[in-house]
């Protein structure tokens, strides 16, 4: 077996780039990043399998995904990306944190909760080639994991490129985003991200009448629902709220 510590590839191996685990000796994965039993977050799969070195003895290989985490919003979305990511900076492993330059609620380059964590971010427009941003960081320093926040922004080809993250390069990616829009019509980068992610999970918010709010209205001024406009127009709590469908159907189309 290879001797090494989570997050550390080790010198023995022979390719270094994709043995990021223990091997089968080290039957505890829990010195791998989360670890086995975190399965509120897993941001790798873990299958048993030859080991590339080529040893007869097995190991577990680490299978970069790409994961989906929508919802509409106030559900906690850059709160799970702030945690995913700390939880792996904590046991010395790199991120990348990426956000869209055209949010800049709380500044450019931030990826701030509404209960007050922050962390610095890598943005990125539609015209950014992900695939190549990830690569060059990924030279510099080993990253482990990737997380974009408001991942509903992203382009049909950018969707692709971050597929092309976990299949070529090995690291999972984590997008977290709004399923739908204003109008109840869903964004581009939500689209293919749920018909192209590997995992998909809904982080639920609350409507007003209790259940679960799958929709977001965009309110005017007066506190009315806005039918026509912008896809994108960036705001907060003073411009959106989050409903069920019914609620939602009322105030849309009433």
């Avoid at 209205?217 to 989050?242: F, P």
Wanted: charged share 25%; with cysteine.
């Amino acid at each position: 077996g290879h001797a090494g510590t989570a997050g550390n590839l080790r010198p023995s191996c022979a390719n270094q780039r994709m043995c990021r685990l223990p091997c089968a000796e080290d039957r505890e994965v829990k010195a791998h990043g989360l670890g086995r039993q975190d399965t509120r977050n897993p941001p790798l799969e873990l299958q048993s399998g030859p080991c590339i070195t080529g040893s007869a003895m097995p190991q577990y290989v680490a299978m970069a995904k790409l994961y989906f985490y929508y919802s509409s919003m106030n559900a906690g979305k850059s709160t799970a990306l702030l945690q995913s990511s700390y939880n792996y900076r904590e046991r010395g492993m790199n991120t990348l944190v990426l956000a869209p330059l055209l949010d800049d609620r709380y500044g450019a380059g931030k990826v701030k909760s509404r209960i007050g964590i922050e962390t610095d971010a890598t943005t990125f427009t539609t015209g950014t080639d992900l695939y190549g941003l990830v690569d060059r960081s990924n030279q510099e320093s080993d990253l482990h994991c990737v997380l974009i926040d408001e991942a509903q922004f992203l382009t049909r080809d950018q969707v692709f490129q971050l597929g092309e993250v976990t299949d070529k390069l090995g690291i999972p990616v984590l997008a977290y985003g709004l399923r739908t829009d204003f109008q109840g019509e869903p964004f581009e980068g939500s689209k293919y991200l749920l018909a192209w992610s590997d995992n998909l999970k809904e982080l639920k918010a609350i409507c007003h009448c209790g259940t679960k709010a799958t929709m977001v209205l965009r309110l005017d001024a007066d506190g009315n629902a806005v039918t026509e406009g912008s896809q994108v127009e960036i705001g907060g709590n003073d411009r959106y709220v989050s409903m069920c469908r019914k609620h939602f159907k009322a105030k849309f189309f009433d």
